[in-house]
């Protein structure tokens, strides 16, 4: 049972997004663990309220009118080396950058590629992120959640039809990730650190200073990129308000100070305006608006 008094009330959005935007929660429950998100949800159908699970907010967008609703930031935050098995069972609250290390101190390969991508494993796997052509789904080999109807179900990879930085969560089936097991593979230890660091050091000299989503837009593809697409229709430092396409990666809009969720989508829709006139290329939102 969810207990209320832990039910905060018009909580600022914005300190827990990368971007640093977002209106107040009208209702906020920190979930520290799989059975807090379950009773949570189960709080939200419930009373017919409106629910969001909450990662690390890397991709998110919250409006500047916040959420009418209960926003669930997701600490469940433990993970599970099967080594026999060769399998790696972590909670949705989890966060990447210390659970990629930590297979990779013990010797464990597959989700290396995604160590550095500022999120969740459940922010993760709903959007199916990923980097260096490899995605977040390749290594799943099953997922626990909570269906709409508040059922708790596991269901094989399959089920979430992953397709390049999206899935049928993304795509708005109400689904809320609880576990996912990722497939492992023993691999040297010091090649999978080096590789983070080389990763690490690599998006310090690429990705600007200011908050962002990261990748606004979807490559159309490995070859064309949106950032290249942006950068060629010559927007760089473009702004609206206070929300900028970044001079240092195109494909990234930044806060430089008080922007405004409307700012950030007037940017956006202008981007996406010009780039479809100069090349005829229509941009995909990587991000999610709330
Ligand atoms: C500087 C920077 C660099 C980035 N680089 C990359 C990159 O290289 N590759 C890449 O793919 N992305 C990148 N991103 C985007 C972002 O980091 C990823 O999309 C990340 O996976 C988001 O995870 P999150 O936990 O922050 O999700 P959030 O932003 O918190 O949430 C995103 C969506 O997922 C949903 N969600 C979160 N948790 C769950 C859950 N448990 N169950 C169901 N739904 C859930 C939320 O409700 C929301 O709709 C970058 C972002 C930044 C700021």
Redesign the pocket.
């Known amino acids: 049972m969810l207990d209320q008094k832990n039910i905060k009330t018009n909580v600022p959005l914005a300190p827990y ?3 640093k935007i977002g209106g107040p929660a009208k209702y906020f429950y920190v979930a520290n663990s799989s059975d807090d ?1 379950v009773d949570a949800v189960n709080y939200a159908l419930n009373d017919n309220l409106n629910y ?9 967008l919250f409006s500047d009118e916040g959420f009418d609703g209960l926003v669930i930031p ?1 600490r469940a935050s433990s993970w599970q080396i099967n080594e026999e098995e060769k399998n790696v069972v972590a909670q ?2 989890v966060i ?1 950058k210390p659970f990629v290390t930590d297979l990779a101190i013990k010797g464990f390969a597959g989700l290396e590629f ?1 160590a ?16 260096y052509g490899h995605s977040i789904s390749e290594e799943i080999s099953w997922v626990k ?1 909570i269906d709409p109807e508040g059922e708790i179900i596991t269901e094989n990879k399959d089920y979430f039809e992953f397709e390049y ?1 999206t899935s049928r ?2 795509k708005g089936y109400r ?4 576990e996912v097991c990722f497939d492992i593979y023993p691999k040297s230890s010091e090649e999978l650190l080096r590789q983070i660091e080389e990763d690490e050091a690599l ?1 310090k000299g690429k ?1 600007p200073e200011y908050p ?4 606004f837009f979807k490559n159309i593809s490995r070859e064309i990129t949106a950032g290249k697409l942006i950068e060629d229709a010559g927007l760089k430092g473009f702004k609206v308000g206070n929300a900028m396409v970044s001079d240092k990666h195109a494909n ?1 809009i930044v806060n430089t100070g008080n922007a405004t969720a409307k700012d950030v989508k007037e940017l956006a829709d202008h981007i996406a305006n010009v780039v479809k006139e100069k090349t005829g290329y229509d941009l995909e939102r ?1 991000v ?1 608006y ?1």
């Open positions: 997004t990368y971007i998100i969001l699970i909450l990662g690390l907010g890397g991709n998110i997701n949705s609250g990447l995604f550095n991508i500022p999120g969740s494993v459940g922010g993760a796997v709903a959007g199916n992120a990923g980097a959640f930085r969560i993304k689904a809320t990730i609880l998006r990705h962002s989503c990261g990748s990234f990587e999610v709330v």
